[in-house]
């Protein structure tokens, strides 16, 4: 029951637009301030419906709904006032595996279905789960509105880099050159880089994590969840039938240690088997690069700096093809009034300045006249 | 000072024309309210283009603003002006061929140069060629005469001109014995804060009205005596207003939050307006980033217990389709308001038709019913969208409301109801568990799909509801339990009982037929905006001695259940639509009746005189 949110903790923080909030400080779950909560013990199994799971042996679907179902209990929540929304594609069909709230909706549409839920019922927590081609293709432009605007939500998008549910096209993070069934000899497009395009579209929480390590999905999780405001947690995810090993470099022992970049909030950005390589920025150009880890000006992370620079610098160093120099953990983490909440004061300041609606008042209108 | 001649008229079409810049439509709005509380029955027909300030003095920037009213109920805003106030030389060209002989014409001369008339396609000046020697013509220096009249305010050319459509509303007002009072509090609220401004408008407006008083040119006043209305408090009301207000009656019966999720488009965002402005009933509104979000926002608010509204026209119906078929297949509330303009594409945006029926009820995949209601006038706006509720919460169901460009801005009285006479709408959440397996020691469990016997409906379990948790998609469901089913003898079975629960919605009452003779054997059948001129046309055929039944359907899907009895009960069935036969084809479809169709697709209402001559040559034939 570590992270319940309590009454107490669920009092408004006091934090204003624009201050940045320290990411180390425990200021209880603002994303979660309005939900209630529950003393009745709960595990995994209580997260689990009866529902039968089919996705294909060996995704890394299962990975992720495993660490969700492990996690949610730790939060305290009531489940009844916890809902998963999903567009289309496999990864969408992991409402159906959570015994909560659900809905299993189209493709791409997610995010503004969970607008409308999540402005109009502060007191629930609401998740999207999306993938590559739901969020970033057909539905790119409900998901940048829904991180400008700052809804009060948590999307996890699962990203493996290909169409899976429909036997193996490209998606818009598959890299330049991909060879699939609709580009026989190499598909023409840039990839996407969803933290850097999360990053463009004004979100306050952007993070990246790894569906094999259990422990730091686990963590991003929690702080995605505690977020108020649209936090978008981007999952990379194996699909082991039509785009397996696209993350090997990322996993495999021998390789990963000096291709992967573990963001910590406070500390210099640093990496490699020995921790040899760290990053730091050009002073001519302002541009970020990689350089020995004993430099004296390397960057210090901090995710909560109101200013996006430095978080897109970082988001940058991945190679886009091969996704070498990738980093993960929280880009970002600021503070911005939730859309929710703004929609809420404005129906009470109405209603303060002028009172409740009279409908009888309203129908009548200042113009009038009476017949016989 | 002259004495003035009063002559008494029961009925009168006045239009004001003029640039898109010139307030016409303020104009138009001015009088109406005046006329309004004066009590006579009236109705409107604002007619401005899509683009915003086309070129000044152009025929295609001409914005103008019908208004017919009478000393007793009528049913168009009229067919003919019997007034055109026309503001300058294009004004005058785009307007002159509607107007019979004998009508009146003031207007404005500050603007007939040659360049001007060149540039509104005159190659003579109509004041001078004997073109308009058919009319009664005043020629009036509107823009000059209110310069003069506002020297003192020391306002530009420019900004003293702009007040020419107060001077000439003070004029009209004065020619039919309307108060400006109304118009004085009105420019005092609008101009608070720009005394100046305020001052000179209100000044414009009275030295209108003392130009019809004192100058000879004007010799007669007309006298148009309050209509017998049924007895009852009224307002002027458009239906976009209307609709506003029964979305927010609506509400507040049913006990329901309203979401509004919206996307600005022509002519439905006066509804986005409107419905923004009532926070204090606890109203939400989200302009999207597209249709589809605007109306995915609004199905995520009904899933967590919302009164979820989206408003577009059919451009936007388009493209919330598939959202449409989620909700049919979710079996949640949910109202898409249509209000239509001319099409296709872009088509005409600010011009009326009713060419979507076919899409809102067919245009989409798979089989995917859908109820449709049409409102009749813009007051009616308000009944039907109340109506549109209560089918979507009692059956779990997105409805289409139907409203079009000529009900959205067009304006009559409305009979303001009692709001405790409105019906009472019950969501009935669920809060229990609803199914337990025989002989099983397990708890009772929640089946989201579990039918009412009665209404087909599902159970509606908000989140927040403990015990009820469970999952809703697009993907097929299982008959009851609302899993996940590819079994093929399921999905027969829940495609036929999506359809049933929609066929055999009730509370529609039986379509209701006027034959006061109860001889007629043509009858006139229509739906939607029609209502109003199909009704005065056929009282101009019944005065011409002829027997006619007239019926107008409100609901389009289902239908009333006599609707094919009615049919198959006259001779000849005529139906007049702005379409090219969308209902003709339902209705051949459905009954196996040959109905006569009768189209114009012209962006503009049917004229009461023109259906008239259609009706009597029907009946003539039979």
């Known amino acids: ?372 | 000072m002259t004495v003035k001649q009063v002559r008494e008229i029961d009925r009168v079409v006045i239009r004001f024309a003029g640039d898109s810049g010139d307030g016409m439509q303020l104009t138009g709005d001015r009088f109406t309210a005046e006329t309004a509380s004066f009590g006579n029955d009236l109705s409107t027909l604002p007619n401005f283009p899509a683009e915003i300030r086309a070129p000044a003095g152009t025929m295609p920037g001409v914005s103008s603003f019908q208004l017919h009213f009478a000393n007793y109920d009528i049913l168009t805003p009229g067919d003919a002006p019997d007034v055109l106030v026309a503001m300058n030389p294009a004004a005058l060209r785009a307007n002159a061929g509607d107007l019979p002989k004998g009508a009146t014409i003031i207007v404005d001369t500050a603007d007939f140069t040659s360049r001007a008339l060149k540039k509104a396609g005159y190659e003579s000046n109509p004041l001078e060629d004997g073109s308009l020697s058919a009319y009664k013509v005043h020629t009036v220096d509107l823009s000059g005469i209110t310069m003069e009249a506002l020297t003192p305010f020391g306002l530009s050319r420019k900004e003293a001109s702009r007040s020419k459509n107060m001077f000439a509303l003070g004029l009209v007002s004065w020619m039919y014995g309307r108060s400006i009072d109304g118009t004085v509090n009105f420019l005092e609220e609008k101009f608070a804060g720009k005394e100046n401004i305020r001052d000179a408008n209100i000044a414009a407006l009275r030295a209108g009205w003392n130009y019809g008083e004192t100058t000879e040119d004007f010799a007669v006043r007309y006298e148009v005596k309050p209509a017998a209305l049924p007895s009852g408090t009224y307002r002027n009301i458009t239906g976009n207003l209307a609709l506003s207000y029964g979305m927010i009656a609506a509400a507040k019966q049913s006990g329901l939050p309203l979401f509004l999720g919206s996307y600005p488009i022509t002519p439905a965002s006066d509804i986005l307006h409107e419905l923004s402005k009532h926070k204090r009933f606890g109203v939400r509104t989200f302009q999207a980033e597209d249709e589809v979000a605007a109306i995915g926002a609004a199905l995520g608010a009904s899933f967590g217990g919302a009164l979820g509204v989206t408003t577009t026209s059919g451009p936007g119906v388009a493209l919330k389709g598939e959202t449409v078929g989620l909700a049919v297949s979710l079996e949640l509330p949910l109202v898409l308001v249509d209000v239509q303009r001319g099409g296709p594409s872009t088509g005409m945006p600010t011009k009326t038709e009713q060419a979507d029926l076919l899409q809102v009820l067919y245009g989409r995949n798979g089989e995917s019913p859908v109820p449709v209601v049409a409102a009749s006038s813009p007051s009616d706006c308000f009944d039907a969208a109340i109506e549109a509720v209560r089918i979507a919460v009692t059956y779990r169901t997105p409805v289409v409301l139907l409203s079009d460009g000529y009900l959205a801005n067009g304006s009559e009285p409305w009979h303001i109801p009692d709001v405790d006479t409105l019906p009472a709408i019950a969501p009935g959440f669920a809060t229990e568990p609803n199914h337990q397996a025989d002989g099983d020691e397990k708890p009772a469990e929640f089946w989201p799909y579990l039918r009412d016997p009665q209404t087909l409906a599902r159970p509606w379990a908000v989140p927040g509801t403990a015990g009820l948790e469970h999952r809703v998609g697009g993907i097929e469901k299982l008959d009851g339990a609302g899993s996940i089913s590819y079994d093929p003898a399921n999905h027969d079975r829940m495609v036929r009982l999506r359809q049933a629960k929609v066929d055999g919605i009730a509370g529609i009452p039986d379509l209701d037929v006027d034959d006061p003779n109860g001889d007629a054997q043509l009858l006139v059948l229509g739906w939607g905006s029609t209502y109003g001129p199909i009704g005065a046309a056929v009282r101009r055929a019944r005065r011409a001695g002829h027997s006619i039944a007239q019926a107008h359907l409100r609901h389009l899907n289902p239908m009333p259940a006599n609707t094919g009895e009615v049919l198959r009960s006259y001779d000849r069935v005529l139906v007049p639509e702005m379409n090219l036969g969308q209902l003709a084809l339902l209705l051949r479809g459905r009954y196996l009746v040959d109905v006569v169709s009768y189209n114009r697709v012209r962006g503009l209402p049917f004229k009461a005189e023109e259906l008239a001559d259609v009706i009597m040559e029907e009946v003539g034939s039979l």
């Open chain 1, 1 to 372: 029951m570590s992270g319940a949110a309590t009454s107490e903790e669920r009092a408004r923080t006091g934090a204003r637009a624009g201050q940045p909030v320290s990411a180390s400080t425990d200021i209880g779950m603002p994303g979660l301030r309005d939900v209630p909560a529950t003393d009745a013990p709960q595990n995994k199994k209580d997260f689990t419906s009866d529902q039968e799971v089919r996705w294909c042996p060996g995704c890394g679907d299962y990975a992720v709904l495993a660490s969700v179902q492990g996690f949610l209990p730790d939060l305290g929540l009531a489940r009844e006032n916890i809902v998963f929304v999903s567009g289309i594609g496999c990864s969408s069909r992991f409402p159906y595996y959570m015994n909560t709230y659900g809905m299993h909706s189209i493709h791409g549409r997610a995010p503004a279905i969970a607008t409308g839920l999540a402005a109009s019922r502060p007191d629930l927590s609401v998740w999207v789960v999306t993938g590559d081609g739901d969020a970033l293709s057909i539905g790119g432009n409900h998901l940048i509105h829904a991180l400008r605007r700052n809804v009060n939500m948590t999307i996890l998008l699962f990203n493996n880099r290909i169409y899976g549910l429909t036997k193996g096209q490209y998606s818009p993070t598959s890299e330049q050159g991909k060879v699939t069934k609709s580009t026989p000899m190499g598909s023409l497009e840039s990839p996407f880089n969803p933290v850097s395009l999360a990053l463009g579209a004004e979100a306050t929480f952007v993070a990246r994590t790894i569906d094999s390590d259990r422990a730091h999905l686990t963590s991003v999780l929690s702080a995605a969840a505690a977020h108020r405001g649209t936090s978008l947690v981007e999952i990379y995810q194996n699909c082991n039938i039509f785009n397996d090993g696209a993350f090997e470099i990322l996993k495999n022992e021998d390789s990963r240690d000096e291709v992967l970049i573990r963001l910590e909030q406070g500390e210099p950005v640093r990496f490699g088997a020995e921790g040899q390589y760290g990053v730091r920025r050009d002073p001519a150009s302002g541009g970020f690069e990689v350089g020995p880890s004993d430099d004296p000006n390397l960057v210090v992370h901090d995710a909560t700096d109101d200013d996006p620079t430095q978080a897109f610098g970082l988001s940058r160093l991945a190679d886009p093809g091969t996704l070498a120099r990738s980093p993960i953990g929280i880009f970002r983490q600021v503070d911005r009034p939730a859309y929710g909440d703004l929609m809420a004061e404005q129906l009470d300041e109405a209603v303060a300045a002028k009172g409740d609606g009279d409908l009888g008042a309203l129908l009548r209108g200042s113009d009038t006249w009476t017949v016989g």
